[in-house]
């Protein structure tokens, strides 16, 4: 079983500052991963697709990175609207990661 | 505009059944494979189970035995009939569209519903 640990668990930063995600898979997924992202309320919106791959709409601050065991999820400069939780999820056995909080400091 | 609009959610006892639907507009359903994503309260993602274009069906050993995944061409609709229900199984549940390019679909979800919630309690 392929295990996907997200940290840190919350990340606190303020608007304009850069954001960096990791997701470290307990063994090699290749480059099959994704990265989601959740607002209270909301369904998960796909941001990243096969590690670097930006989904249909994702503004470009939004950047992922990585291969076989390790992983990034890096937004450039954040907006207000980018404070949320945020998910990996690797392909083969469609296992998600707990999720990293980002918020507002 | 793709819409997955989820229905069928509500209070259960342990042990009793349930059936979800998802009906699905939008896109050509039938050429998607098509998931169900859970959540519990205040808890993370949980993929549930999966079904081909094919109606060939996926699931996680929590919740094999229990629950069958099956879909509806000609109605663009996705079931979920889950069985043996247990307190763990209460969450929201989601309906997901695989990402697809080029006529091969990859799981990955890059639609999702707004979902419907299953509690399971006596």
């Known amino acids: 079983e392929i295990v996907l640990t997200q940290s840190p668990a919350t990340l606190s930063l303020s608007p304009g500052e850069r954001a960096t995600l990791s997701c470290r898979a307990s063994?090699?997924?290749?480059?099959?991963l994704a990265w989601y992202q959740q607002k209270p309320g909301q369904a998960p919106r796909l941001l990243i697709y096969?590690?670097?791959n930006r989904a249909t709409g994702i503004p470009a601050r939004f950047s992922g990175s990585g291969s076989g065991t390790d992983f990034t999820l890096t937004i450039s400069s954040l907006e207000p609207e980018d404070f949320a939780v945020y998910y990996c999820q690797q392909r083969s056995t469609r296992a998600f990661g707990q999720g990293t909080r980002l918020e507002i400091k | 505009e793709v819409q997955l609009v989820e229905s069928g959610g509500g209070l259960v006892q342990p042990g009793g059944s349930l059936r979800l639907s998802c009906a699905a507009s939008?896109?050509?359903?039938?050429?998607?494979?098509m998931h169900w994503v859970r959540q519990a309260t205040g808890k993370g993602l949980e993929w549930v189970s999966a079904?081909?274009?094919?109606?060939?069906?996926y699931y996680p050993g929590s919740v094999k035995g229990r629950f069958t995944i099956s879909r509806e061409n000609a109605k663009n609709s996705l079931y979920l009939q889950m069985n043996s229900l247990r307190a763990g199984d209460t969450a929201v549940y989601y309906c997901?569209?695989?990402?697809?390019?080029?006529?091969?679909?990859?799981?990955?979800?890059?639609?999702w519903g707004q979902g419907t919630l299953v509690t399971v309690s006596s």
């Open positions: 997901a569209r695989a990402y697809c390019t080029n006529g091969v679909c990859y799981t990955y979800f890059d639609y």
């Open positions: 939008g896109f050509t359903f039938s050429s998607y494979d």
């Open positions: 079904i081909g274009t094919a109606g060939d069906p």
């Open positions: 063994q090699s997924v290749s480059s099959y």
């Open positions: 096969d590690a670097s």
